[in-house]
Structures are given as C-alpha cells and as structure tokens.
C-alpha cells in the first residue's frame, strides 16, 4: 500500500516538472492541491444548492475540451487558475486529455507532445500580443499542433480584431467564450472573482464587471427562476437593475419555467458603505484574511507553528514551505468558528477539544465486538476532526500573537474612536505618528480615508497635511493614489453641508456599546461594536422595510430602488408556514468577510425570518481595497 | 371467421399470395422461406396534366416527399425551340413554370433546404428557390467549359448536399457541401477511357467517395488513391456491372450484373448479404434500395420501362407491372414511384401491421382491434375478445401494436381505428403509459396536415421523426405555407422562441422582399404581426430588407428589435455609425461599444471621431481606458480637447516616471505642475513643485558627494543624509521641505539609534524638550537591545507613560512603584500581567494590595 501511494505521488510530480525550463513555476498548484471530488460537497449544504451552478460550470468546460479532440496542453492566464481551482480540479481536465500545462508568455510555446494547445485567458488586449508571438514562434518543423483560444468569462470582438490584425486569428482551430461569470465559492457564497470591478466602476468609468454581473444573474436566472423582487442601492445597482430588465425582455419567451428558489435581489453598491472594509476585521475568518489574505478559498501560513511532532520522532526540521490550507464550509470545525468574533473562537476551541479527546475516551467504553468495530468506523472522522483541531489551535495562536499586540491595540482604538465620531475634524495624533515611523502606506491609507468617510469628508487643512505627510514620506508617486482615493469618494474635501455621518450611525445603529462578542445579540458582533452599515441595510429591508428609513438612504450616494419582475403564471411561490424567505445579496465592489459573517448571524436568528445568499464582484478586506485603487508607478532607475 | 374481412378494405396489403392476383402484381413465392412483403399505396393521383407523361423529360424528386422538378424538352427540335422548366408538389400542384434559357442542363438535383440545383454542361451549377427564382450560382471548375460535364451525381452527406461531375477528360470532381464549396479533383482512374458503365457517390467514415465500375472492375476514389475493389462472394459469372445503388444511409450497396445477377451487400464490399439472379439481362432503366431501418429484410427495387421488380435475400421476388413510364425516389424507410399519373409508396410491410391484419391472425392487437369492433356493435362478443387477450396477459401489449400500427397507416380512417381500438383497450389497463399514444396520435394529426393534397408532403411517421418537426417547419416555410406551419407550432406547443417566431420571422422577410409596397406599410404590417412575439430577430429581417436595397424599410424595422446589441452590426453595415454607437451604449456590452468606437476611428477624421465621443461619455471613457494601455499620445489629446487639466496633469506625472533621463523628468514635471496650476489645484502643484526641488537637491548632493538618492521621496533622503552624517544638509532639508517637527524628530531618533550612535542620541535629546515625548527614546533604545541607553530616558517619560516605560526597560519594581503611586488600576494589571508568581512575588502582592483598598474606595 505504501508502496503504491509513493508511485503516485511521484506521477504527481513528474506532471509538476513538466516545463522544461525550469525557471518558470509550474501552473498546476490550484488544480493539484484541492482534494478530489469530495470539494463540491461544501456548495450543497446551504440552503439552495449552488452545486447546479458548478455543476453547469463544468459541464461546459467539458463540452469546450471535448471539441478539441486529442491529447491537449493548456496554456493559463495565471489569473484564472485560481478562480478554475473552484470549478475543476485537474482530475476532470485529465480525464480529457489534458496533459500538459503552461503559464502564458512571450516567447515560444515549451515543447509537448500533444496535438492541441488551448489558451484560457481573460479578453485582455495585451494578452491577445503574447498568444500572437506564442503561435508565430511555433516551431515550423515539428509536427503542427493546434491552436485554440478560450475566452473567460467572455468573448470578445475588440480581442479578435487584434488577433487579426496581428495575423493569428486564421490559424487559431476554435475561438470560443467560457462563461464564468458567478463562481461557487461556499455553500452561501458566489464571487465573480474580478478584483478589479470597484476601480473600473468607478475611476474608470467602465461598466464592464457590470455587465457581466448582470449576464450572471441572468444564468443565474436560468438555473434557479426568475427573481421577483429586486431591490438595489446605488448608481451601479441601477445600471445593473436596468440591464437585467432589458436582457429579460430581450430574452423574452425562453424563460424558464422554473419555480423560484430566490425571493428578493439586493444589489448594494460599494460605495454606499465606504466604511466596513476599511474596518479592521475582527471575525476569526476575517482576521485570517486581514492577516495573511485569503485567496481562491486558500490561505498560506507561517509554518512553524504547524511543525509535526511525532512521538518518538524527536526534534523534526521545521518546514519551511508555507503551510496551505482550504478554507470553507466542508471542514466542520471551521464552519462553526469562522464568523465568531476572535475572541469566542478560544472557547470554542477548547470546547470542541473536550468533546474531541472524550470522544476518543470512548474505545476504553467499547467492550462488545459490535462497539468496536462502531468506533472504528468512525475512526477516520474523528482523526479529521483531530487534524482539523490542531490546524486552526495553531492559526489561533498565530492570529492571538497580532491581536494582543500593542499596535493592534491601538490601531483599533483609532478606528473605533473615528467610527464613534470621536475627533474625527483634526489631525490624528496616531496617523501622525505611523507616519513617522513608516509604517506600511496602506495602514495609513485605510486610517486616513476611514476618518474621511466618518466626518463625511475632511478639511482642507487636515487633508492636505495628510496628504503632504504621505507623500514626504513614501515619495512623490503616491499622488496619483491619492488622486484616486478622491475620485472614488474615499478621500474628500468636507464642503459646506454639514457631517451627516453621525444622523447615519444613530438611525442605523451603526455603534453598539454593549457589544456581546460570546453570544452575540447583534451583527455588530463581527466588529467589536460596529455594525456594517451595508448589513444593516439588508437586515431593514427584511424588516421592517426601507420605507422607514427613506431620510438615511437618501444621505447615502446614489439612488434606491425596487423593480418586481413578472412571473409566468403558475410559479408563484406558495411558502410554507415557518418557510423563510431568501434573500440574494450582491455587493457590487466587494464584500468582507465580516460582512459574510454579519448576514450568516441575521440567516440563522430565529426569528429572523430570511436568509441570506452572497454574491460579489471580489471577497475582499481593507488591505487588497486600497491596493486595487493604488496606481503603481515606478521609481525609474 | 367471416367477422375478420377488414383486410378486405385493407386492400394493398400483399398476403395471403391469393389476393395478389386481384391486385395486379404477380408474386413467385418460392419454398415457403421466409416472408417477404411489401405494399404499395397510392399517395396521390398527380394534379399535374403531362401530356407526354414522363417521356422526354428530366426529372427530379427531393426526398422526404419534397418537390418535383420536371425539364421537358421541346416537342419540336428547332433551334430556337427553348425547353420548359417545371416545378411540382409531390401531388403534382404547379409551383413553378418557366422557360429554360440557359444553357444544356446535365443533371437536376435538389438540396435538402429545397433549393433546386441544375448542373449545365460547361460546369456551371444553377441555383433556384422552390418558386422558382433564380437564386445564384457557382462553377464545377473552369476546366469543365472546355472539356464538358458528362454526367453529375447529387448526394446528401451530414456535411449537406454534395455534387459530384465526371468531366469530359473522364476525371470526377467533387463538391461535398455546396454551401461552402470547396472543389476536389479525385485521383485519376488508371486506363479509364470511356465513361464508366456505372458510378455512385458514397458517404463513409466521414469521407466521400466514388464508387465506379469499368466493365467487371470495381474501383473506389477518395482523396488520396483509386483503389481497386471486388465485392465479397462475388460470382464469378458475373461479368459486367452496369447498375449500382448504395443505401439511403450510404451503409449498403446493389451491383446489378449484365449477365442478370444483383449482388447486395455491406457499402465496403466486404459483407455480402446476397445475390439473386433477376432473369433480366437487359440493363435496368433504375435501381434503388427499399428497406426500413432495424428490419431484416432488405431489399432492393429494380426497374426496367414499366416493369418493377424487387429482390432480396431470400430469393423470394414481387412484380409489379406499371401502367406507365415511372421514376423511383428512394427514402429512408420506402421508394417512392412517380409516373405520370400517379404517385406511389412502395414499402415492407411492418411487422406489427402484419400481426394485425394477417388473416386467423391471433396476436393480441388483431384480437383487441377485433374485440373493439364488437363493442361498436354493442356485441357480446367484445367482451370475449378481451378476455382472450387477457388470458394471454396481452393487453398492454396489444395496445402498442395498435398505436404503432396506426402510425404506419396513411389512410386517416385506418389510423382512427386502430386509436379507437386502443383507446378502448387502454380502458382496461392501469398504470399505462400514454406517452406513446398521445405522441403518436398528435404526430398523426401533422402528418396527416402536410399530407394532404393542397400541401403535398407525403412523408412517412418514421422519415418525420428522422428529419424532425423543426425541418418540417423548415420545409412549410420554404412552401410560404406560413399559417399552416404556425398552426403546427402551436398544436405541438414548440416554445415560441423555436416555433412561431422563427415562422413569422420566415413570412417577414419573404414580406420586406416585395418590391410593390411602400417601407411605411410594410413596416406596420410586419410590427403588427409580430407585435410582441416572443425572440423575433427584428434585426434579422432587417438585414434581410437592407439586402434587397431597402435601407430605409432596414432602420424602420430595426427599431422595433429589443436586443440593442443585435442591431449594432447591421447599423454598421449600413453606415449609420453614430446610430449605432448609441445602441451599442444602451446594450451595456462594452465589447460592442469598442468595436463601434474602433469602427468609427477608422470610418472618421480625428475631430469628428472626438466630437462623437464627446457626446457619449461611457464611449469616451472605454476609449480612454484603451488608450491608456495601448495608445498614450492619444489619450494626452482626448484630455487636451476636453480641457481637463487636472488629467492632463495626472498625464504628465505618469509620464515622468517613464522617463529614465532626469531632465525629461524634469521637463514632465513641469508640464505637470503648469497643468495642475491651471486646474486649480493648488495641493497638487504645490507638491510637483516640492518635488522637483527635491529632485535637483538630491542631483546635486549626488554630484557634490556622490551619495545616490535621486528618487527617493523626502522621508528617505533625510534618512540617508543622517545615516551617512550629513546632518547640515539633513538640516537644510528639514527646514526647506518644513517637516513637522514630530516627525523629524521620529525619523532622527531611528536613524542615530540604527548608526547606534547613543552619544548624538542623548545631545539630540537635549536640544529641546522633545516633541514626540520620550518614550520613544527609551523604545527605540530597547529596540536596538540597548537597556543602557533606555534607562538613561526613562525619567524623562510623562507620568502617564511612565508604567510603560520601566516595563520596557525591565524594571518591574519602578513600574510597579508609579502605579502604585498613581493608583491607576488599568496600569497595575498591567504591570501584574508582566510578573510572574515565583519571582516577583513581593511585587504582585503590594499590587495586589494596592488594588483592594483602590477598590474600597
């Protein structure tokens, strides 16, 4: 048996060194390290089954693989191998005759001996050059292979002109569209996986991420009804709104005739809520993405805390690879402590290791053969549950080792005094001394633009001594940031009209003193005693509506809404008594974790009356926010 | 058994061999072998009036009951005399009637859209619609006006409908799919010197091919090579191949020997199902397959003037004798036989139709037929009947063989009997599935439809499945039988978007094609109809009308197409760009939108291109996102046009940090700051200043002491000069630059600390009370494991950070000395939370004392 597994695991690494030069790291990791077809099980759990989805998902990646008949070699946009990791692993590309994979590009394609080459790429200009040098350095002697491109999540006709232009487009066998718009991410959770919509929407002016998210409800759509109701806030949730109505009538008489599992759409515009990223996020999911990011479902830790000690093995090297785990809701432990606050995680924690080292306790119980063999069945479970225990004991402590930081301490004091609107009009004596001291820019930054957005703007005085400290300090290339965190509303200038901030907090409860961060009573749990404004939005429209709260949301950047879309006669939902009503929340931008853990609270009250479905352009926290709106400018040398 | 005589009406049926005598054909049955039956139905008595019947004329019949073309030649042989191109339904309906002008027709042929195909002699292939308007054409290749089509074949392939020439040079051409032509010359045949006796085209492993016979040889051509062939058990007798057939499916073949023999076997030749010798030496006027799919009898229909005989494995043969010259169609599951007088169905007998009506037959579905007749007549004998069936547990069955026989039924009155007497047998059944039933009832009902007289489509329920409604709607438009195909749409409940629509659609554009009406009524006419409807392409008519020159008919109808995207290409065609460009913007499909915008920049001059963008900001700002990646000099004159300075300051930033040379980064700078300044932006002028100062400072010490900072921001470069001692100049810096005080000093502090100079540290310290407080100091000093130096500042620290401070330098007796003093409870947590129990315990218990009696107070 032993013997076997090694085989295997050199087969694996054998497909690893596949690139002959051995520079470039090989592609496959996504693909490789998640486990098998057990993946898709977390996607089934909630309460409507996003595995359809997936499952659609896939079949249409087989359908494209198909068509290229023979034995093929995929080159990636690196970019997409992560979000491809939740859809396929590489066991379902090897089952049709993928056997190579490459990374995308310039130069000549690596020798393989296969008879296609399929590009997945996303319709970017520049991509488009370097699959035009890939397929005219090909190798004029060697057997011809054949060439194929895959657009992801849409095709499109500026890139095709290119690859005309540039004298590919006739020898390439298929060009074709993936349409991976939605992609299943969790149980509740689907993410387009596009981290760039928020600054598109809105430095650029390019509605592209919107489109497409309206093409992905209406998939969406598709597989699972028509939506009846839509509510939407902001100037992106219109546009989005509007064009689903259009492509609804526009697709009019291939409806489908299903009943329909969501009741209500909420379409929220980041910028409605420019303070909840911004916030440090203090769920045990949250910090985790706060602290070491999470990505595609995956996060990589310091491994020292990790290292394995056997008995009788003594002192092991310590790894030095970082250690990877998969984070969703298939791991039971992690379901039940990723959205409590840090804080509860502990006891958690030592409970579940009660329960866990009692039920070992059991075999000295087990007397008859039939008890035996009944703990041995649940062995392998039980050892899970172990290693699952262990795994997050040690994230635990690596996050406790931040948490209980003096700086920690005290950049959370700052962000809790501005969001309690305390001295939110001067500079900030802390901010200052970040400063000072150098501290990372984006720190400073998500400080900054959070006293900001609470005083609803700063003085002139205060924002140009920011400003200037800012670029004295990190150097002069930072201005066209800056430029951009004003045009997108995160950094501005306070006009006249007064700081409307504090009517905000008051109405919607946005601050909660008594915070209960064992057994939470509120969504404002997830930060220690900020409730996210865009949850509290969600939570008013389930009750009691948000015609009671009409004075706040016209406070708030662009217009709300509501549309009802018709049904087909005969599939008007009748709801059970006790049925809950489900809610599909989109956050155009962006959502966080904290936030995910907020409308998972409001799912699971009782009296609660809704759940909630997440949808996003991106999973993102305060850090990877700020980041996407940076200009990158090099220092030349 | 008197009671059994329906097969009395059921007339053409072919058994018992008794009744064939009455019938006309004359049937040797051989030894009692197996049974081999046929019938032959009349379809329709021709409505055409041929005087001539089928003699000196070419006929062509499409298959799956499709049209019938007829080119009569002229009846005198002058040479002005022109012949008569005719068109027909398969019940003979005139469809088409012109005079032939063109020039020698070969071959006629239709395809499977029902397009009408004439091959000339000089390889010109002729295309025309079903109503006979020219359509277009396209050539077999030039070599065939000097050297002639002899003759030419028309196939249909899965790859569409094919044509296949021999020329004059004796060489076949091939075209597999004449929608998409791609000529192929076959290899040449070695010493073929005259035209071969006989050819076939075949379709198989995705190839075509041609199969050929010169005398006794055999060849096949594909690509590639002429490979001789010879049939598998071919007897040697036979001599000359003069005729040959291949299978509706390509999937058979028949060699009809002159020597009388007909060789019947798989299409590789390998297989052989049979020979039988006709009797006939004189060579068949055709010969053409007749087997249904799944059955085991095959067999093969021959044809000699008026004599028809059809052959199989078991040497078993019928003859017909024809009252007139006739032309077989082969189809999928039957041959038809067209004379000029009628029109004729020859086919095997289902099984299923045979237990039925067999004479004594005793299979259930003759006993429930019977027993339902009975129970018409309010007999008694009904019930006996079905108990029969029952014995024999044969109920459920007996309702299938009735269903599935009235499917092979032509005659409405046959179909409804056998339904009736299902429907009644299925009285006494539970849990029977009624799919089949109600499929083959509502299935009934549309064929029935198109087989009527006035429509002329006699197709069989099993070419109808083959072919599938969807074609049949196909074919229905095709005809212009518009509401009839509607009704069938709606009848058989096909989603709107695949029935109707596509109907109406059909009827549209056939609309927008008639030249006497004005745009205005047409476009009324056609919104009126289609209203609504759902997934009508409005933008595909309007194509269509734009093709027949109708621009204006184009736009009109374009505007009632609710998909914006689908009108983009269209409007484009049709150089309404600007129109365009705002259907593109409406559709939300920013892909769409650059196509437009890259169209327009190639269709305008500069300024226009710029003005039309102007007007449509979401165009202007995908151009710009362009440009920014791909054309930089571009995006500079788009803001120049808008006066957006601001950007254009942006602009010139990011353009100074492409800049390797110094003085172009200066000069970009400049520009920068010029533009800032004119958008009013002080902030942002002022710091493009600032930096430029700092630049030519930093050049200038690079120069003077050659410390290399240029680039660095400000922050940095003091760092720098303090590292490196050049603490003048840091001065100087720190003065131009007016650093907040606080933050110099946080910068000073960490630079001496990381040179550990502690002796300018503590001067440092004394040049005035410290603006960061001096916790820092003691911090900084612990930092760099320098407890030494710490303590030297811990006096200094306020009060309030005091705790902190001797908790930094270690010293938990000092730290517990000033919270005690201060008796600030959060402060002796905090000093307790730094003991541990085994050695400070005198520590922890002052605190500790300290904070009960705290606490009472």
Redesign the interface.
């Known amino acids: 048996m032993k013997r076997r597994l090694a085989q295997y695991s050199t087969r694996t690494h054998d497909f690893e060194k596949h690139d002959h030069r051995s520079r470039d790291p090989p592609v496959c990791h996504m693909i490789l390290v998640s486990e098998g077809r057990k993946m898709a099980a977390h996607l089934s759990y909630g309460r409507v089954n996003l595995n359809i989805l997936r499952e659609a998902a896939r079949k249409e990646l087989r359908e494209f693989l198909d068509k290229c008949a023979g034995s093929k070699a995929i080159v990636w946009d690196e970019y997409l191998t992560g979000p491809f990791g939740l859809i396929a692993q590489y066991s379902l590309l090897k089952e049709h005759e993928v056997e190579k994979m490459f990374t995308l590009k310039p130069g000549r394609l690596p020798a393989a001996d296969v008879k296609n080459i399929i590009f997945f790429v996303r319709?970017k200009?520049?991509l488009m050059d370097i699959i035009a040098d890939n397929v005219a350095s090909e190798d004029k002697l060697r057997t011809p292979r054949d060439f194929h491109v895959l657009f992801v999540p849409?095709?499109?006709?500026?890139c095709e002109?290119r690859l005309k232009e540039k004298g590919v487009l006739g020898s390439l066998i298929n060009v074709d569209e993936y349409i991976l718009d939605l992609i299943p991410y969790d149980g509740d959770l689907l993410s387009m996986e596009s981290e760039s919509a928020f600054r598109e929407c809105y430095l650029?002016?390019?509605?592209?991420s919107?489109?497409h998210t309206?093409k992905g409800l209406m998939t969406l759509q598709a597989l699972y009804g028509t939506i009846p109701q839509i509510f939407g806030k902001g100037e992106c949730a219109r546009?989005v709104a509007?064009?689903m109505l259009?492509m609804k009538?526009?697709?009019?008489?291939?409806q489908t005739q299903i009943l329909p599992v969501f009741d209500t759409l909420l379409l929220l515009d980041r910028n409605v809520d420019l303070l909840t990223p911004l916030a440090t996020q203090l769920t045990y999911e949250g910090l985790i993405d706060e602290i070491y990011s999470i990505n595609n479902g995956y996060v990589k830790l310091p491994p020292e805390k990790f290292a394995q000690k056997k008995q009788g093995e003594g002192e092991k090297d310590l790894p030095t690879e970082p250690k990877k785990l998969q984070l969703n809701s298939a791991e039971e432990l992690y379901a039940e402590i990723r959205d409590k606050n840090f804080n509860a995680v502990g006891a958690a924690l030592s409970k579940k290791a009660k329960i866990i080292s009692a039920a070992f306790e059991e075999r000295h119980n087990a007397k008859t053969v039939g008890e035996i063999k009944q703990f041995v069945s649940q062995l392998p479970h039980m050892q899970a549950a172990r290693t699952s225990l262990a795994n997050h004991t040690s994230v635990a402590e690596l996050i406790k080792d931040i948490t209980t930081s003096d700086a920690f301490f005290d950049n959370l004091t700052v962000e809790q005094e501005f969001m309690t609107g305390v001295d939110t009009d001067k500079a900030n004596t802390y901010i200052?001394?970040c400063?000072?001291?150098?501290d990372p820019l984006i720190k400073i930054l998500r400080l900054v633009c959070m006293q900001s957005v609470c005083n609803n703007g700063l003085k002139q005085k205060v924002l140009?001594f920011y400003?200037?400290?800012i670029?004295?300090?990190?150097?002069?290339?930072h201005?066209?940031t800056l430029?951009n965190l004003e045009k997108a509303g995160l950094l501005k200038l306070q006009t006249a009209t007064r700081n409307n901030y504090p009517t905000i907090r008051k109405t919607l409860k946005l601050w909660m003193e008594d915070a209960n961060e064992q057994n939470p009573n509120d969504i404002s749990y997830v930060y220690s005693g900020y409730a996210p404004l865009s949850v509290r939005l969600t939570q008013l429209l389930a009750r009691p509506g948000w015609r009671s709260i009409e004075e706040v949301l016209k406070m708030l950047p662009g217009p709300h809404f509501e549309e009802r879309q018709q049904l087909p006669s005969g599939l008007h939902k009748k709801r059970q008594q006790g049925e809950n009503r489900i809610t599909l929340v989109f956050f155009l931008g962006g959502v966080t974790y904290a936030e995910i853990a907020a409308l998972r609270f409001l799912s699971q009250m009782e009296d609660g009356g809704t759940e909630y479905v997440i949808a996003t352009t991106k999973l993102i926290n305060g850090t990877s926010f700020i980041k996407s709106l940076m200009?990158r400018?090099?220092?030349?040398? | 058994m008197s009671c059994r005589s329906y097969a009395s009406y059921y007339h053409y049926y072919l058994r018992p061999v008794a009744m064939l005598s009455e019938l006309g054909p004359d049937s040797r049955s051989h030894d009692g072998c197996v049974f081999f039956s046929h019938r032959k139905i009349e379809l329709y008595e021709m409505g055409w009036n041929l005087k001539e019947g089928l003699r000196n004329c070419q006929i062509a019949a499409a298959p799956y009951g499709g049209p019938i073309a007829l080119l009569k030649e002229p009846q005198r042989s002058s040479p002005s005399a022109r012949p008569q191109l005719e068109i027909y339904t398969s019940s003979g309906s005139p469809m088409a009637s012109f005079m032939w002008k063109s020039g020698v027709v070969k071959q006629l042929g239709w395809t499977i859209s029902d397009d009408l195909l004439c091959v000339q002699e000089d390889g010109t292939v002729l295309v025309y619609d079903l109503f006979g308007s020219f359509k277009r054409h396209f050539s077999m290749g030039n070599e065939l006006v000097q050297s002639h089509v002899l003759e030419a074949k028309i196939f249909h392939s899965p790859y569409g409908t094919g044509i296949a020439v021999l020329s004059g040079a004796y060489r076949f051409i091939l075209a597999t799919n004449i929608e998409d032509i791609k000529l192929r010359r076959l290899p040449e045949v070695p010493g073929l010197q005259g035209v071969p006796s006989c050819w076939t085209v075949l379709s198989q492993d995705r190839q075509t091919k041609v199969l050929l016979a010169t005398g006794a040889d055999l060849y096949i051509l594909d690509n590639t090579a002429c490979t001789p062939v010879s049939p598998s058990g071919f007897s040697p007798q036979a001599t000359n191949i003069i005729q040959v057939a291949g299978s509706f499916s390509y999937k058979y073949l028949a060699l009809f020997t002159d020597s009388g023999h007909v060789w019947m076997g798989s299409a590789n030749l390998k297989e052989k199902l049979c020979e039988v010798d006709t009797k006939m030496r004189t060579p068949p006027t055709q010969m053409a397959w007749c087997w249904r799919p799944k059955s085991q009898q095959p067999s093969v229909v021959i044809m000699w003037e008026k004599y028809l005989l059809v052959v199989g494995p078991c040497k078993d043969t019928i003859q017909y004798n024809l009252d007139n010259e006739s032309v077989l169609v082969p189809e999928l599951d039957s041959v038809r036989i067209i004379s000029g007088t009628h029109h004729e169905l020859l086919q095997e007998v289902p099984v299923v139709s045979e237990e039925i009506f067999k004479i004594a037959s005793m299979a259930p579905g003759a006993l429930l037929l019977e027993a339902h007749k009975e129970y018409e007549k309010e007999s008694q004998k009904a019930d006996e009947y079905l108990r029969e069936i029952k014995e024999q547990d044969g109920l459920g069955e007996a309702v299938k063989q009735c269903v599935e026989a009235a499917g092979y039924e032509h005659e409405p009155e046959t179909q409804k009997m056998l339904l009736r007497a299902a429907s009644f047998g299925k009285c006494f059944l539970s849990n029977f599935r009624p799919e089949q039933f109600v499929s083959t009832c509502r299935d009934l009902r549309v064929l029935n439809a198109v087989r009527d007289y006035t429509v002329g489509i006699p197709l069989t329920l099993q070419q109808y499945k083959q072919m599938t409604v969807q074609v049949l709607i196909d074919r229905l438009v095709y005809r212009k039988l518009y509401p009839l195909a509607i009704e069938i749409c709606r009848y058989l409940k096909i989603?709107?978007?695949q029935g109707v629509?596509r109907v109406l659609k059909h009827w549209a554009c056939c609309k927008v094609q008639q030249k006497e009406e004005a745009d205005e009524v047409i476009a009324r006419m056609v919104s009126l109809k289609l209203g609504?409807?759902?997934?009508i392409s409005y933008s595909d008519i309007a194509a269509r009308a734009y093709e027949c020159g109708r621009t204006e008919l184009a736009i009109k109808l374009l505007e009632f197409e609710?998909?914006?995207g689908e009108q983009v290409p269209l409007l484009l065609k049709m150089k309404r760009s600007q129109l365009a460009l705002s259907k593109a913007i409406?559709?939300?499909?920013?892909?769409?939108v650059?196509?437009v915008v890259?169209y327009l920049k190639n269709e305008m001059n500069r300024g226009d291109f710029f003005m039309t963008l102007r007007n449509q900001?979401?165009a202007l700002?995908?151009y710009?996102?362009?440009c920014k990646?791909?054309e930089q000099d571009t995006l500079k004159d788009l803001y120049n046009q808008d006066d957006d300075h601001?950007e254009l300051g942006?602009f010139y930033?990011?353009a100074s940090?492409?800049?390797?040379r110094l003085d172009t980064?200066m000069s970009c700078l400049q520009n920068a700051m010029d533009e800032y300044n004119k958008a009013k932006n002080e902030?942002?002028a002022k710091?493009?200043e600032?930096?430029m100062r700092?630049l030519r400072f930093q050049r200038r010490l690079e120069e003077e002491k050659g410390e290399r900072m240029v680039?660095?921001?400000?922050?940095?470069t003091l760092h720098c000069l303090l590292i490196v001692g050049l603490h003048k100049q840091a001065e100087q810096l720190y003065k131009d630059?007016r650093?907040?005080d606080?933050?110099y000093?946080?910068?000073k502090l960490?630079a001496l600390a990381e040179k550990e100079d502690w002796e300018e540290m503590e001067k440092f310290s004394k040049t005035k009370k410290s603006p960061?407080g001096y916790l820092p100091f003691v911090d900084v000093c612990i930092k760099h494991h320098n407890k030494y130096e710490a303590r030297k500042y811990v006096s200094k620290v306020t009060p309030e950070q005091k705790v902190k401070a001797h908790i930094a330098v270690g010293d938990l007796e000092g730290a517990a000395e000033v919270a005690i003093e201060r008796r600030n409870e959060g402060e002796i947590s905090l000093v307790l939370s730094h003991c541990t129990a085994t050695t400070d315990r005198t520590i922890v218990d002052r605190l500790n004392r300290t904070r009960a009696t705290a606490g009472k107070k």
């Open positions: 319709p200009l520049e849409r095709r499109s006709l500026l002109q650029e002016n390019d509605q592209t919107l489109y309206a546009h509007n064009m259009r009538r526009e697709f009019a008489g291939c200052e001394d400063i000072a001291r150098k140009d400003k200037r400290e670029l004295q300090t990190y150097g002069f290339q201005i066209l430029n200009e400018l090099e220092v030349p040398p | 989603p709107e978007y629509s609504e409807t759902a997934g609710p998909r914006s409406e559709s939300g499909d920013t892909d769409l650059y196509t890259t900001p979401i700002s995908l710009r996102q362009f990646h791909q601001q942006n930033v990011r940090y492409q800049e390797g980064r902030f942002n710091a493009t600032e930096e700092l680039g660095c921001s400000l922050q940095d630059f650093v907040p606080k933050r000093w946080w910068l960490n960061i």
